[in-house]
């Protein structure tokens, strides 16, 4: 199957009825585009429906092509012919598999050829350590994971065992992975992710942001080199509060010193 180049989100309306600020949105191969809003503004419902490739048959009334045109049938009933992975922030599992067979199974799944499976789970496990630092083994259980480490293993197993060419991703500041190193591994892919954010970290990395109030589209933001520039001094400030609020689970004091060198 030839896998799409483009995706095309065509506008509908938010809760009151009012309409999504643009009439359409491209997404090429590469991109990588923050979703952000308030609480309840709809960034959740905007995933899911680009997830269900919407066909103004959603509450929103918005439309998704796929290169220029409605989603074929197969994407919807054959879960290895599906373009999309979506990563929510539900990541509890049934299946008390060890990591190793789950990542076998959902392979399986994807019709990957039995003599290619074992290098796809170790490149899997290696690309999900790249943004842990809690080592994941193939033999820990997959209910033994940490929230860090489950959302590390389904990011690396959606864009190696999936391989497919979108990728959603539901608040992943959340998940306790290194995210600009998730954000440089993951633009090294030539996907199209789409990070429902409050992280301006993630946002300020992005290409541009599509930015939701009421359950409408508001605007869309592309990141401008003042805001690039801008990536690094968050960064920095991120990376403070980051060890700062190690520290103190650790139960250590926090000194004046401490903050004079993230300065």
């Known amino acids: 199957m030839v896998m799409p180049q483009q995706i095309t989100l065509v506008g509908g309306h938010g809760r009151s ?8 949105i491209d997404f090429s191969m590469g991109v990588i585009v923050a979703i952000v809003g308030p609480t309840g503004s709809g960034k959740t419902t ?6 269900l490739f919407a066909d103004a048959n959603t509450p929103t009334g918005r439309r998704v092509l796929i290169d220029g045109a409605p989603a074929p049938e197969e994407y919807r009933d054959d879960p290895s012919r599906n373009p999309i992975a979506l990563i929510t922030q539900h990541t509890t599992f049934l299946s008390d598999l060890p990591v190793g067979e789950f990542l076998q199974t959902h392979a399986r799944i994807r019709k990957v050829p039995l003599t290619e499976q074992t290098s796809i789970i170790a490149r899997t496990l290696a690309f999900a350590n790249e943004l842990t630092g809690e080592p994941i083994r193939e033999d820990i259980r997959m209910t033994e994971l940490s929230g860090g480490q489950t959302r590390a ?4 197993d959606a864009t190696v ?19 600009t190193r998730a954000l440089e591994l993951l633009r090294r892919e030539k996907k199209i ?12 990395l992005a290409d541009f942001r599509i930015v939701m109030e009421e359950g409408r589209i508001s605007s869309v933001l592309r990141t401008d080199e003042i805001e690039r520039g801008l ?28 903050l004079e060198a993230f300065a």
């Open 231 to 258: 990536a690094a001094t968050v960064e920095r400030l991120d990376d403070l509060l980051a060890h700062l609020r190690e520290r103190i689970r650790m139960g250590a004091r926090i000194t004046s010193a401490e």
């Open 193 to 204: 992710f789409l990070f429902v954010t409050h992280d301006p970290r993630i946002a300020l």
């Open 46 to 51: 905007l995933i899911n429906d680009i997830e």
């Open 161 to 179: 065992v999936c391989d497919t060419p979108i990728v959603l991703l539901d608040e992943v500041e959340n998940a306790g992975i290194h995210r």
């Open 153 to 156: 293993l389904l990011v690396a």
């Open 17 to 24: 009825g009012a309409h999504d600020a643009v009439d359409r």
